[in-house]
């Protein structure tokens, strides 16, 4: 992940591409809507079973790319920050759910 994130930083430097962070987030929460979208299309705005299509998977990588540079801007460590959620997880496991009121 560290050279995905190393990979990206460099990206966008040499684009001119850098931003506000609160740009990066209004971004992020853009592309995410845009993955709701394409479920929403997958499913026929709910009137059948969802039914993969392509495109998802360029809307899932925009999201990803659009958390990398959130993360970029404040130096954070997507993999270790990934450990440390599930390790949450674990522990929240071990008292009975994965839900937030097993803190």
Do not use: W
Request: net charge negative; proline share 1%; glycine share 4%.
């Amino acid at each position: 992940m560290k050279e995905i994130q190393e990979k990206i930083k460099k990206f966008c430097k040499e684009n001119n591409m850098e931003s506000s962070v609160e740009h990066r987030v209004l971004d992020t929460m853009s592309e995410l809507g845009e993955v709701a979208k394409e479920i929403l299309k997958m499913s026929n705005y709910g009137r059948k079973p969802i039914e993969y299509r392509k495109e998802l998977k360029s809307e899932l990588g925009d999201v990803l790319y659009s958390l990398i540079t959130i993360a970029n801007t404040f130096d954070i460590d997507l993999e270790d920050a990934l450990r440390q959620v599930l390790e949450k997880y674990e522990k929240r496991l071990k008292k009975g759910s994965a839900g937030s009121e097993n803190e």
